[in-house]
Nanobody
Framework: QMQLVESGGGLVQAGGSLRLSCVAS????????MGWYRQAPGKQRELVAG???????NYAASVKGRFTISRDNAKNTVYLQMNSLKPDDTAVYYC??????????WGQGTQVTVSS
């Protein structure tokens, strides 16, 4: 079992950057592939990026080249560096295991708002 706490969201202008962090409790973090997901108002939650336990990243087409996922196993933390943000990136961002998120792992998320 893990508890996941996201942080780092905020309000930013289009073209700006944010870095999200997700800290996991428990010793099993290092064994899990992790992902960042987002849910915009009126839309389904979608995968943004995933990273394997060995550090290999995967990206949704909409964020490839702009977002970078990384992890620090010593800190039980997964990051999402978001550059060149667009208004369409506005959403609540969550972390969870990847590629099949667990219902009992969803946290409160962190709000990202990109103004035009």
């Amino acid at each position: 079992q893990m508890q996941l706490v996201e942080s780092g969201g905020g309000l930013v202008q289009a073209g700006g950057s944010l870095r999200l962090s997700c800290v996991a409790s428990g010793s099993i973090f290092v064994f899990n592939a992790m992902g960042w997901y987002r849910q915009a108002p009126g839309k389904q939650r979608e995968l943004v990026a995933g990273i394997t336990s060995g550090g290999s990243p995967n990206y949704a087409a909409s964020v490839k080249g702009r977002f970078t996922i990384s992890r620090d196993n010593a800190k039980n933390t997964v990051y999402l560096q978001m550059n060149s943000l667009k208004p369409d990136d506005t959403a609540v961002y969550y972390c969870n295991v990847f590629p099949r998120p667990r219902m009992d792992y969803w946290g409160q998320g962190t709000q990202v708002t990109v103004s035009s």
